[in-house]
């Protein structure tokens, strides 16, 4: 067990629809990740938050958008939702967003869009 | 830009057998390598990770040498045992980006036979 929580496990939802994707870091963490794992992609960096701020953004598309809470969890919401956004969305915490700190995974949420 | 290439899998090995998967990246700055591990249905653990030129990572019998001259940070087991089935994910946190996400190579799906 990484420490990093993720809910829902399972998401199944219809083109065109919105979901909310959570996630609780690390006690401790103050960076949360967030990446796109898909069969066609492989893993993909979408966002990065530390301590509440935006740090850096990448293969993200508008559709989708993120922030992270006082409390340090984070939200990833994807909108005007597509077949091709069906996914494993991962979350990862470390202590500071450091190049040598170690990321911690959470177990995923999976994403099918019908 | 920064970049990690595996080999390509399946590896398929007897128990018992020498493990090596191949990893070899591209970086603009001192990069921090890593290895993940994922086993079926699971999210990413760490398996080692190296942070400077001639570290070994090591952990659970798996080993890893940070080689600058030859920007490689290759897997290798001794004896490989059926619950070593799984993914295997190389990947780098370079220095020179600020937000030190992970890029990961595609990922070595690891069989073993008993």
């Known amino acids: 067990d990484s420490g990093v929580t993720q809910t829902p496990k399972h998401l199944i939802t219809a083109t065109g629809q919105r979901v909310t994707l959570r996630c609780s870091p690390r006690?401790?963490?103050?960076?949360v990740y967030w990446y796109q794992q898909s069969l066609d992609q492989g893993l993909q960096f979408l966002i990065q938050?530390?301590?509440?701020?935006?740090?850096a953004k990448g293969n993200i598309l508008e559709r989708f958008s993120a922030q992270q809470f006082p409390d340090l969890h984070s939200e990833l919401n994807l909108s005007s939702l597509e077949l091709g956004d069906s996914a494993l969305y991962f979350c990862?915490?470390?202590?500071?967003?450091?190049?040598?700190?170690?990321?911690?995974f959470g177990p995923g949420t999976r994403l099918t869009v019908l | 830009g920064n970049s990690v290439t595996q080999m390509e899998g399946p590896v398929t090995l007897s128990e018992e057998a020498f493990l090596t998967i191949n990893c070899t990246y591209t970086a603009t700055g001192y990069p921090s390598l890593f290895w993940y591990v994922q086993y079926p249905g699971e999210g990413l653990q760490l398996l080692l990770k190296a942070t400077k030129a001639d570290d070994k990572g090591s952990n659970k019998g798996f080993e890893a040498t940070y080689r600058k001259e030859t920007t490689s940070f290759h897997l290798e087991k001794g004896s490989v045992q059926v619950s070593d089935s799984a993914v295997y994910f190389c990947a780098l946190s370079d220095s020179m980006d600020s937000s030190y996400k992970l890029i990961f190579g595609s990922g070595t799906r690891l069989l073993v036979r008993p």
């Open positions: 938050y530390y301590n509440g701020e935006e740090r």
């Open positions: 990862a915490s470390s202590i500071s967003g450091g190049t040598t700190d170690t990321q911690y």
């Open positions: 006690s401790g963490d103050l960076s």
